[in-house]
């Protein structure tokens, strides 16, 4: 028998998936990825998403991660024509009681490790040139306010932050 038979186990385990919650309100019949959400209740949105992480990436008492839920598309997403260039224009009141809480509870309830920011601009928010600048709207990515400001320095998250495949 070969001397590293059984083999060992690893010092850490290894991440060995990635799971998505697709957080989004579903306000829109004619989207097409409605079944891909609760619906269009931020408060059902919220405790989805919580139990979705904390259900994906279980016990983390061990201090790693076996699975990575990531929190998509954050934070104002519900369009798929023209998505890429999509100016989501929203006011604070609608950010704050419509579309901010499902996110807000996937990091604080939940715990999640990762979030996915949305393809298009938001007009809530601050960017490299200022608050709501950009012709009114801060791509989702590039958008300060919502990524650091907000999720990281208010909420506490401490994951990682990804694009969508193809944006910018």
Known sequence: MHPSWPPRPPVRPPLTAA????????????WGR???????DPTINGEYATAFVTGMQGDQSSGYLKVSS??????VYSQETSRMSFPAMVNEQDMEDTYLPA????????NAS????S???ESTGEGIFGKGAQ??????CANKGLLND????????????????GGK
């Open 19 to 30: 799971t998505v919650s697709f957080r989004n309100i579903f306000r829109d019949p004619r």
């Open 34 to 40: 409605g079944e891909e959400t609760p619906g269009e």
């Open 70 to 75: 990531c929190l998509k598309h954050y934070a």
């Open 103 to 110: 996110f807000q509870a996937g990091v604080e309830k939940g």
């Open 114 to 117: 990762s979030m996915m920011c």
């Open 119 to 121: 393809y298009n601009a």
């Open 135 to 140: 012709g009114g709207a801060i791509p989702s």
């Open 150 to 165: 907000l999720a990281r320095a208010k909420w506490g998250f401490d994951g990682y932050i990804t694009s969508d495949c």
